[in-house]
């Protein structure tokens, strides 16, 4: 399927249940009631202060017919079941909240990382298939439209190499808060889907593994070397203390370099230094996280079979499982 139909997907009334009240669940609820223009048929679960949620959903004139109630078991007794999940829960409860979801035979959409470790995240896993579910896991940039139309002007120019700056200020406010990591989770092991799915996008079915990882000893600065089955080489770099908030993937090929900068919404590319424009038609795309919902929505609805790149489950808990074991090497 085209971006442009997941970003129609985004707006099909399907009856969904967000486990988390906290930034990201709000945030995927503004996401959903801005592309179906109401909030009808959407129940927010939020098992801590649910109270303080319905005090204030209820300020805010867009959420009316939302459900405010505490657990997923809660969700199901509504007159419009919901169909799929979005955990948006701590990082330490997505498995649990997962398995929750599962238990009532949702469709799952789970936010990075899929688990705090790579075998509970299996554990997820095993049970969406035994349970013949779709389980997709929240990467977001990989719906940039930018990288999509660059790939597929990049199709024929042969091994890749990339390079990913991934660079964040002090207490930034994203989606309208204060951006935080969770303690249960490292700065390389967060960040490391958003990598892994990015280069995915142009290096798809390429056999991703980590050759060297390094993380500095206050968390703040990191640095992962990728290969792929291809001879590609690849490096994601990131800062959290930067002095500005830089996003760019640069792009080296036999036949010249390309670059997307994506510090801002849409991203600006370049092609051997030279500006190269975004398609109109993928001007309106404005969200990666409308594309990531209309992508997991057109599963659950079986308008598409194959799992979308950013959603390769086990090549992502298989590189978790890399970055682990190179950083306990690491450190020995």
Not at 71 to 76: F, K
Not at 297 to 322: I, K, Y
């Amino acid at each position: 399927m085209e971006l442009a139909d997941f970003w129609r997907a985004a707006a099909l009334p399907i009856p969904l249940v967000i486990v988390g009240g906290g930034r990201w669940g709000r945030t995927w609820l503004s996401v959903v009631v801005a592309a179906r223009g109401s909030a009808e048929g959407i129940v927010l679960a939020a098992r801590s202060r649910p109270d303080e949620v319905r005090t204030w959903a209820a300020a805010r004139a867009e959420l009316a017919g939302l459900t405010v109630v505490s657990t997923v078991a809660e969700a199901m007794l509504v007159d419009r079941q919901p169909q799929a999940a979005i955990i948006s829960s701590r990082p330490r409860d997505h498995v649990r909240d997962g398995m929750d979801a599962l238990g009532h035979a949702l469709h799952v959409l789970v936010e990075k990382p899929l688990g705090v470790d790579p075998e509970s995240g299996r554990t997820l896993v095993a049970a969406t298939r035994q349970m013949k579910r779709i389980l997709a896991v929240g990467t977001e940039f990989a719906y940039l439209p930018a990288f999509h139309q660059l790939s597929e002007e990049l199709a024929g120019a042969g091994t890749a190499d990339m390079t990913l700056i991934w660079e964040d200020v002090e207490n930034e406010v994203r989606h309208g808060a204060t951006k935080t990591r969770h303690e249960e989770t490292g700065l390389l092991y967060d960040l490391l889907p958003h990598a892994f799915s990015i280069f995915g996008v142009f290096a798809p079915n390429a056999g991703l593994r980590i050759g060297a990882a390094l993380e500095s000893p206050d968390g703040r600065q990191g640095r992962i070397e990728f290969r792929d089955d291809r001879g590609g080489r690849h490096e994601f770099c990131c800062h959290t203390k930067a002095k500005a908030r830089r996003r760019l993937l640069d792009i080296r090929t036999k036949s010249g370099h390309a670059s997307v900068d994506f510090s801002g919404v849409h991203g600006l590319m370049t092609i051997n230094s030279q500006p190269h424009a975004l398609d109109q038609r993928m001007l309106a795309m404005e969200s990666t996280l409308r594309l990531e919902l209309g992508a997991f929505l057109s599963q659950v609805t079986g308008a598409t079979d194959a799992a979308f790149l950013g959603w390769d489950v086990s090549g992502l808990l298989a590189v978790q499982e890399d970055l682990k074991r190179v950083l306990a090497t690491a450190g020995t």
